[in-house]
């Protein structure tokens, strides 16, 4: 067990040093401001780079260049299977077997191809259930989904609320709601961590309800990857879909990951957008006009891997590999606990008020009121080295990565946001 946590900066240096994962720290490339290496909150939005992912990177523009046409499958990473290296780290990652992912595409091209295969409503089960205000992109892509097939989605979308007062879903308000909607709910698709409180649902629970249900479940998991416990096989859930320029350190508009439960693959009548990636290898370059699927998740692939932007996800999914899940939950928590404990102690020396509204079950991000506050905190807390993410009124979001994250950097954003609320 841990000592009781100090708001010190001996304590959070001696943290530092029996964390076990603290040479990933180095591994990583900070922006800086005024010369100093930052303080970064906003892994949630854009991971840092590893050092690594531009070697993964140059490696192909030096096989494009020196191999030209040849490299598809003569560079020592081939580019016509490059993505099937990812299978396996990635399949750990989300609690999967390799066969049931993929890396494709953006997640929410990803979202609407899953819905071409898992989205067919029909005269009586045509409901979609979600959660209230979900990520806009996903809010567009249900709605002009549900549009597609002649539906009204006033009628088709049902969103579970927050109870008033409260800033945090009810697993048994979501539970009844699928239960009320019962033969009527053709499929649950949610933000298995919420990008705006950081509220973790309960996927087990709430997939396993909307299977009794006869529905079918679907996650977009672009806050949950890398971030929390995934166990998608496990859970028996159908499909779900990730970026990877989060949690998963991949880079801006890197490619996303998917998941299919195996239960599908193998299917040649499933409805399907389709393309010659995802027909049989031995087959493909036969260019004959039949499709045969791949048995595996990548049957849902239709074009050529984009090389360049899933080779800095195979170097992140390389630290993924190194440190493991396990080691990243353990610290995430405890560091996670760290900030919210230094952010109470703050609460007591200043005059303005915090009010945490991620609930207890959370990943590494915690949103945050600032009564009493304006931009002007975001603006100084900038320009002193944090970078952290604003949401209008008053909230900020951080989130303390294990990977890259340090108890020393919870301390020193803790004397720099006292600092800027006293400056005032
Ligand atoms: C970040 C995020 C997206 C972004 O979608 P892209 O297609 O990668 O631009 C979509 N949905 C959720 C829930 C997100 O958090």
Redesign the pocket.
């Known amino acids: 067990m841990t000592k009781p946590f100090e708001n010190t900066r001996e304590f959070a240096l001696e943290m530092d040093k029996n964390d076990p994962l603290r040479a990933y720290r180095d591994q990583f490339n900070y922006p800086r401001v005024k010369g100093k290496q930052v303080i970064y909150f906003t892994g949630n939005?854009l991971g840092l780079q590893p050092k690594i992912a531009g070697d993964y990177v140059n490696e192909i523009m030096q096989d494009w260049a020196n191999l030209a046409v040849e490299g598809h499958f003569y560079a020592e990473k081939p580019w016509w299977d490059y993505h099937e290296r990812l299978a396996k780290p990635l399949a750990k990652v989300v609690g999967a077997s390799p066969g049931e992912v993929t890396v494709m595409n953006?997640?929410?091209?990803n979202?609407h191809l899953l819905m071409v295969s898992f989205y067919r409503p029909t005269k009586h089960r045509f409901k979609i259930l979600c959660e209230e205000k979900?990520?806009p992109?996903?809010q567009y892509m249900l709605k002009s989904q549900v549009k597609y097939h002649g539906l009204d989605p006033e009628n088709a979308i049902v969103e579970v609320r927050k109870r008033e007062g409260e800033h945090f879903w009810r697993t048994g308000d979501i539970l009844s709601k699928i239960e009320e909607l019962g033969e009527e709910l053709a499929l649950v698709l949610m933000?298995g961590v919420n990008?705006y409180n950081g509220q973790v649902l309960d996927m087990a629970a709430i997939t396993t309800t909307a299977k009794s249900q006869g529905a079918v479940v679907g996650w977009?998991l672009?806050?949950a990857a890398g971030n929390v416990p995934l166990q998608l096989s496990e859970w028996g859930v159908d499909f779900a879909a990730w970026?990877s320029?989060?949690y998963m350190n991949s880079g801006p508009?890197s490619a996303?990951g998917v998941f299919i439960n195996k239960k599908y693959h193998g299917l040649k009548e499933i409805p399907r957008f389709e393309g010659w990636w995802g027909t049989k290898k031995e087959t493909r370059f036969l260019m004959q006009p039949e499709f045969d699927p791949i048995p595996t998740a990548d049957a849902w692939q239709l074009s050529n891997p984009p090389v360049l932007a899933v080779a800095p996800y195979l170097a992140a999914l390389q630290l993924f590999e190194e440190a493991g899940m396990p080691a990243l939950l353990a610290k995430q928590k405890l560091l996670t606990s760290y900030l919210e404990f230094i952010l109470k102690e703050i609460d007591k020396q200043v005059e303005s008020t915090f009010e945490i509204i991620t609930p207890e079950d959370r990943g590494c991000q915690l949103s945050v009121f600032l009564h009493g506050e304006g931009r002007e905190i975001f603006e100084y807390l900038m320009q002193n080295g944090v970078i952290v993410d604003w949401r209008e009124p008053n909230v900020i979001r951080l989130a303390p990565v294990p990977f890259y994250c340090s108890y020393d950097d919870m301390f020193r954003f803790g004397q720099i946001l006292k600092a800027g609320i006293l400056s005032k």
């Open positions: 939005s953006t997640l929410t091209v979202l979900a990520f992109s996903d933000g990008y977009d672009a806050h970026c320029y989060k508009g996303s």
